[in-house]
Every structure is written in structure tokens, then in C-alpha cells.
């Protein structure tokens, strides 16, 4: 079931475990898959630290396969940077960013050839030109491993084969360009590493065997056969929806007919002329096999000996509207006239079946017998036609194994293109990745976000971001609606971006390799498992605690909000405290509760960032997205209620109750009283 045994010493590597359930998959596929010659690839190993792990509820928080308030997929972080141009290589596009590769030198060459689609535009051109006419060939090769696959997917392979061929041309003529020596040590260096990678993708094309059988596919198959065989199809899927149309409307007038087709029974095309003769419709040339052409001359000449009976029976009743055909009651000779057809009818055999005011029809024994003939050589072509498809059909299993690698390969480059279009149309920069535990961020930006702005005509607000070194743990703080989220986001997004061998909206980006990214963003009741907005909350904010390393990336945003402003700040706390201390992990926490930052004063490397709201001397004001040190203990959230467009009259009361609470030493997030408040604003400011 294999495409090629393991040998003794890749067996050995497998523990007796892992061979028993890969034993157990291989019989239950048998099982299921009755009767169907199926080609797997061989078993490999896939260890966890070779690659990020992202969890679920960190796959919705950052959005990135669906947006998190629709579920939708525009908006999304697929959405925003996808610029492939085919099925299979979004499908890997979408593969790597849920899974982010660990690997240094993995994720260097896939940056390497990003850098050289991105330096070289012309090339990278031509080979999305030709990348879009190619055909998702992994999933018409898995169609012909479990017996499936027609004549349309044999010509899909063998068009994509024809362009591997020619995307292996464009990438030896690049190699031969850039094989120049360049001025400087240092450039040279440079471009070998970049040019390692062309010539490793080239060198992964196999393309002997593919050619071969992309050769014989297209001298066997007849397309314009096959496209007359697709228009006869489409015409008799046509009249059976005119048939559907019409009873539906005399017995169910103003049902609503599911996928119905726009051509009715009056349609030209929608049916086929009594009296006109068609041609038969082959899908293999006549030369696709020597008995297929041998077959077809035999055919010829049965045509001939019925021209010939035609014409004879013509001049014999002075009637050229005579015609022999096949019908449901066998072949018949079929005449349009109303003369006398006595010189017919003495012929030996010939039997009337039926007339009309204007036609006749008879049995003629010439004719039965010549047009069984006829029918049988037909039949023995079709056979023949199978059999040449049948061995098609298996020279497509021979090649399985090169045709995956090579359509692998198409994905890769189409996927690098797309990295490669993108950096040069949102002009990000090339990441920098190393061991350390460090994020170095100059410029950083959200990818959904800046997109969105920039259709409204604005202008994104890029951040900094230094988290792992001396600042370990960033405690942010600020209005609602100022970009503290946004801020958390854009970094995990980064390092999801970089990882996956992408360029990142940044103006320098050096990141120290991430093994898991977790996010604490949001939640929402479970009330199928009983959970409430709160249990979701701890639930999340539990995997956290209990499985970020040293070397992962966590981002919390208002954790404990789901409870009296006490117990949250409580729970906030012990998240600081646990993540300072045992997790020892880069974080960025965003939080409501200024007293969190009076409380961790004595962690070294935390250290305090907000944002801000700019106020007008009118009332007027504006957001201040742009990050800097210290606490900002004014949430605004009044202002945020205006501008969501809660009654005045429910916004004055709001403000006479926090004005209330303020002056009398009480505060709603727990910081104590407002001298002491403004004392400790003073103090960390």
C-alpha cells in the first residue's frame, strides 16, 4: 500500500507503538477502501519542537483563518496576505501558518527564495503566469490512486507536467543569469545563499518519467473529441432540466427549482433534430493504439458500404430525403415523402413499421445486417479506447511518487511568489531569526489591520516592541479603543509570519525562534458543556500556566474581567506572578486593573508601557496608539459609550456615578483610595 518500502534501517526507527498504529491505519484504509489500489507515502517522523505550536483558541484569537466577530474569511490573516495563485498552494500556505516551522535552517531557505522571487520581479512574473494554467495535480493524482480520475484529469496532469518543464526552464536560465561574479566577499556570499535555494527547489523536479506520460497522454487523448463529448452532455443535462422546469411549473407553480439551468426545453442547443445524423464521439485518437487504428479503418469502410447503400436506395425511390438510422426499434430506413415507395417494398425482407401523413418507416435486411456490424465495431473501438485508458490510468500510479514531489514543488514556489508579491506591495522587511529568547521589533505593524486602514485611507500607527531581554514581561495599560490589543496581535502575528518563512510588516524584525504562541484574548459562554464566560477564561488562562517554556510567546489581554474587579485583580496577579517566575516566558499582558502595576513593582524584568488618549481644549479628542513607558490609570471608557452611541442621558448618569465614586476614595478596579492612587501614578510615572 506503500509507494516504497522502508528499508530495514528506516524500519528500526519506528517504535513498536508507532508500527502498531500505523498497522492498524494501514487496515482499516484496506478496509474501507475495498477493492482500490491505494498509494501512500511512507511513514515520517513529526516531532513537536519541529514546528510552533498554535493552539485552537489561539488560532481564532488571532484570526487567522477566520475572523473572530463573523467567522468569516475575509478579514482574516489567510485573507490579508494571500497572494497564491492556486488551490494547492493556499491549502500549503494556510498548512505552514497553522503550523510554523522551528527549524533555523527550514526557515532560511524558505526566506531565501522569498528574497530571490522579491529581487528578481520579471522571473517571479513568468512563473505565476505560468503557475495559474497548472492543475491541482495532488488531488487529481490521489483521484487515480483510489481508481477514480477521466480523460479531462489525464489532460490536467499532463498540462501541468508540460509546465513544471517550462518552470524548469525559467529557473536554469535564472541560475545561468545570476551566475556572474558579484563585486565584494560578502555580496557574493549573499547571493550563493540565495541562489542555493533556486537550485535546490530545481533540483527536486523529476521530470523524465512525467514527461514521458504527459507525451503519450496527449497523442492518445483527443480533445476535441472530448470538448464535443462535454457540449452533448451539458445539451442532455439541459433538456432534463427543461423536462424538471415543466412539470414543476404545471404541478408546483412557484417552487423554486434547486441548480436549475437557464436553458429551457425551446432552446437551440437544448435538444437535437430528428432528421440530422451525428457523427460518433471518440476521446482517443485513431493512432492512440495500432488495434484502436485498425479498428477505425475497419469502421471507415462499414461507413462507406452505407454511403453507398444510401445513395442505391436513393436512386431507387427518387427520394433523397431517405435516411438509415438506429432508433429504439432497431435500424430502420426512414423516408420524408408521400410518393409511392413500391420499389422498395419489393425488395426481399423489407417489412413496414409505421407511417405518418408524411413519413414512412420500414425494415430493410441490408440494413440490419450492415448496421450490426457497424454497432459491433463500435463497441469493439470503445473497448479498445478503455484499454488504452486503463493503461494511462496505470502509467499515472508509476509516477505517483514524481508527480507529488513535483506538484510539491509548484506549491512551494507558488507560495514563495506570494511571500515574495506581498513584501514588495506592503513593503516588509526580511526577519532576522536566532535562538535567543528575545522579540526585536522596530516598526512593527498589524497585517489585518493595516490593510483595513489603508482602504479607509489612514494610516496605520507603528509600535516598538523589545520583550525577553531586560523586559521580559510587558504590562500595558491605557483608554479602551486605543490599540492595546492591537499591539499584542501584530507581535504574536509576526513571529507566526516570520516562522512560517514570510517577510513581516516591520521596519527590523529580529526574533528569537518561538515554541508555542498563546493567547488569552476573549471568550464567550459554553453553555453546551456548562462553562461560563469566566470558566472559559480560567480554562485557557490554565493551558497557559501550565505549558508555555522559557521559549514561548504568550499574550493575555484583561484576564480576570469576568469577575468582581477584586477577584480579577487577584487572578491577574497570580497569572504575573507565575508567568515571571516559573514560566520565565516573553509576554505581553494588557489590563484594566492599574493596581497590577503597583503590585509587580519588585519584578525586575517587568516593565510598564501605555497608551493614551489626546484631549482637545472643545471636548475633542484622539487616540494616542503610539506606546510609551508608564501606566496610564484613565480607561475613557465613557468616552467609548458616547461614540458606541449610548442617550446622553445614560452617559451623564455614568459619569455622576464615577464622579461620585472618585471623590469619595473608592475604586472600581480595587486600586484603593485616590490619593493613594495618585501617588502611586506619581511613583510609576
Sequence with gaps: MLEASLSAQDDSRFAPEEVTAGALLLQYVKTQLQGTKVRLQPPTHIHDEDFMIVDKHTMRALEIRATLRDGTHQGSLVHAIRRTVTKSGARLLSQRLASPSTSIPIITERLNLVSEMRDSSPTRQELVALLRRTFDTLRLVQKFAFGRGDADDLLGIARTVEIMQQVAYHLQDYAALKDETSPGEAMANSKALKMNSVLEVLGRLSLDGPTKLAERIIDAIDEDGLSQQHRIEED????????????????????????????????????????????????????????????????????????????????????????????????????????????????????????????????????????????????????????????????????????????????????????????????????????????????????????????????????????????????????????????????ALIAILAQTGSFVPADYAEIGVVDKIFSRMGSADNLYQDQSTFMVEMLETATILQRATPRSFVIMDEVGRGTTPEDGIAVGYACLHHLYYTNRCRTLFATHFHALADMTRGFDKLACYCTDVAEGTDGSFSYVHRLSKGVNRKSHALKVARLAGLPEEAITVAAQVFEELTRNGSDPRGRGSTEESKAAAAGSG
Design 236 to 491: 442532455e443535462a439541459a433538456v432534463a432540466a427543461g423536462l424538471v422546469q415543466k412539470v414543476v411549473a404545471e404541478e408546483a407553480p412557484g417552487e423554486k427549482i434547486p441548480g436549475q439551468s437557464k436553458r429551457t426545453i425551446g432552446s437551440p442547443n437544448a435538444s437535437r433534430s430528428d432528421d440530422a445524423e451525428f457523427d460518433d464521439v471518440w476521446i482517443m485518437r485513431r493512432n492512440a493504439s495500432p488495434i484502436l487504428e485498425r479498428l477505425h479503418k475497419d469502421l471507415d469502410g462499414l461507413k462507406i458500404q452505407k454511403a453507398g447503400l444510401i445513395g442505391r436506395l436513393r436512386d431507387q425511390s427518387g427520394i433523397p430525403s431517405l435516411t438509415l438510422r438506429w432508433t429504439s426499434q432497431g435500424h430502420i430506413c426512414h423516408v420524408k415523402s408521400k410518393k409511392d415507395m413500391s420499389s422498395l417494398r419489393a425488395m426481399d425482407g423489407v417489412q413496414g413499421i409505421g407511417s405518418t401523413k408524411s413519413t414512412q418507416s420500414f425494415y430493410l435486411p441490408e440494413w440490419t445486417r450492415l448496421g450490426g456490424h457497424i454497432e459491433q465495431q463500435k463497441l469493439r473501438i470503445r473497448t479498445e479506447e478503455q484499454r488504452v485508458f486503463s493503461e494511462l490510468r496505470s502509467q499515472v500510479i508509476t509516477n505517483l511518487v514524481k508527480l507529488r514531489r513535483n506538484a510539491a514543488v509548484l506549491d512551494e514556489l507558488d507560495v514563495a511568489c506570494s511571500f515574495a508579491t506581498l513584501a514588495e506591495e506592503q513593503n516588509w522587511v526580511r526577519p532576522i531569526l536566532n535562538m535567543s529568547t528575545q522579540h526585536k521589533i522596530v516598526g512593527g505593524r498589524h497585517p489585518m489591520v493595516e490593510v483595513g486602514l489603508s482602504e479607509q485611507g489612514r494610516s496605520f500607527t507603528s509600535n516598538d516592541c523589545f520583550v525577553g531581554a531586560d523586559e521580559r514581561i510587558l504590562l500595558i495599560t491605557g483608554p479602551n479603543m486605543a490599540g492595546k490589543s492591537t499591539f499584542l496581535r501584530q507581535n
